[in-house]
C-alpha cells in the first residue's frame, strides 16, 4: 500500500488551504495533505513559438535566459532576441556586449509600448543592436545545432533567411500560481515573491505574525517557501533551482525545529 506521502509525491496539487495551520495541500483526487511546512516548485510555462521543430534546437541553439552561461557561446556571431518587453532588452544589452549584431524580432509596431524608456533609450543607443518590428520567426533549420533562422515581415510579407545559430526566446512565461488562490504575495506577473522582496505592505497584507522577517526564499505565509521557475526573481535555471531547493530544506530545519 503507497503511504500518504507516496500519494502526495504522485498525484497534482490544486489548492492551497492557507486560513490556519498546519496547512493543507488539496490534490486532484480530492484528498487534503496536512502540512507544517510547504515548498512551492511548481514552476512556469514560458511563451513558445508555433514551429513544430522548436524543442529540437532547444539547448543547442534555442534559449530562454541570456547568463554568463550562453553568452561565450555566441560571441563574434549574429543572435536573435525574440520579444519586446523588458526582459528582452535586458538581453539584447547583454548580448551586444559580446555578439556582432543582435536582431531584436518583436511583435508590436515599437518597443516603447511594452519596454521601459531606459532600456529603449540604451538599444537606441547601440549601434549593434537592430530592432525589427512586426517580424517574427517562421522557421529555424539545422541538424543537431541551430544552423539558420527564417523570419518574416508581417508589413511586407517578405521572408529572410540568415545563418543565426544562437536564438534568445524572452517572450515571458506564465507561472504555475493559479493553485495558490492568494494565499501568498505575488508580484505584478504573478510570480511568488520572497525573502527581501517582500515589503512591508506586502507582510502587512497578508497579516505576517511573527517577529522575524521572513527567511531568503520564504513567502508572506510562514513556513511556505518557493523556489525555481515560479519565484519572482529566480534566474530560470535548472541549477539555480536545485541550489534554492536546498537552500529552502535548510530553512524548513529551521521551522520545524521551533
Not at 561565450?72 to 538581453?91: D, I, K, R, T
Not at 493553485?179 to 501568498?184: A, D, E
Not at 505574525?209 to 526564499?217: A, I, M, N, T
Request: net charge neutral; charged share 20%; glycine share 8%.
Amino acid at each position: 500500500m503507497p503511504t500518504r506521502r507516496q500519494i502526495a509525491i504522485a498525484k497534482g496539487a490544486t489548492r492551497l488551504a492557507c486560513d490556519r495551520a498546519p496547512y493543507a495541500v488539496h490534490l486532484d483526487d480530492g484528498l487534503p495533505v496536512p502540512a507544517r511546512v510547504v515548498i512551492i516548485a511548481t514552476g512556469a510555462q514560458y511563451r513558445k513559438l508555433a514551429l513544430e521543430n522548436l524543442s529540437q534546437f532547444e539547448g543547442v541553439g534555442v534559449y530562454y535566459g541570456a547568463t554568463p552561461m550562453e553568452a561565450p557561446l555566441c560571441a563574434g556571431e549574429e543572435v536573435v532576441v525574440v520579444g519586446g518587453g523588458n526582459s528582452a532588452g535586458q538581453a539584447a544589452v547583454y548580448l551586444a556586449a559580446s555578439a556582432t549584431r543582435v536582431h531584436m524580432f518583436v511583435r508590436g509596431l515599437r518597443l516603447a509600448d511594452t519596454m521601459s524608456q531606459y532600456l529603449v533609450q540604451r538599444i537606441e543607443e547601440q549601434p549593434s543592436i537592430e530592432v525589427r518590428t512586426q517580424a517574427e520567426i517562421v522557421a529555424l533549420e539545422g541538424a543537431e545545432h541551430l544552423e539558420r533562422v527564417r523570419w518574416k515581415d508581417k508589413r511586407t510579407g517578405a521572408v529572410e533567411t540568415s545563418d543565426i545559430r544562437h536564438v534568445f526566446m524572452m517572450a515571458g512565461a506564465v507561472p504555475n500560481t493559479r493553485w495558490l488562490q492568494r494565499c501568498v504575495a505575488l508580484d505584478d506577473n504573478g510570480f511568488v515573491k520572497t525573502g527581501a522582496d517582500l515589503s512591508d505592505e506586502d507582510l502587512a497584507a497578508a497579516r505576517w505574525s511573527l517577529p522575524r522577517r521572513p527567511h531568503l526564499l520564504e513567502t508572506s505565509l510562514p513556513g511556505v517557501f518557493a523556489v525555481g521557475d515560479v519565484r519572482s526573481g529566480n534566474v530560470k535555471r535548472v541549477a539555480s533551482a536545485v541550489g534554492e531547493g536546498s537552500i529552502a530544506i535548510a530553512f524548513v530545519h529551521q521551522v520545524l525545529g521551533r
